[in-house]
């Protein structure tokens, strides 16, 4: 597999656009909640996701989770909503 250095950033990369440290960062990965893949002792994020990580693009399973909530308030709060609404 070959790896093409541009379609990937590393943790340091993240951490500098994100405004966070290198070591927050790295927890977000050991947690699952960034993407990456170990290639040594270095992970690399795909640029692809970079976008999703900051919000500007939401991907089917982003999409479909925020549904998933809206629907919930709606049903547990849908009386209040509407009353809210009327204000």
Not at 53 to 64: F, P, S, T, V
């Amino acid at each position: 597999m070959k790896i093409e250095k541009s379609e990937y950033i590393t943790i340091p990369q993240l951490a500098r656009i994100l405004g966070l440290s290198r070591i927050a960062v790295y927890k977000k990965v050991k947690k699952g909640q960034i993407k990456a893949m170990r290639v040594g002792k270095i992970y690399l994020i795909p640029r692809v996701s970079v976008s999703n990580i900051l919000g500007k693009a939401l991907g089917e399973k982003d999409k479909h989770q925020i549904d998933e909530a809206v629907r919930k308030t709606v049903k547990e709060y849908g009386e209040v909503l509407k009353l809210l609404g009327g204000e």
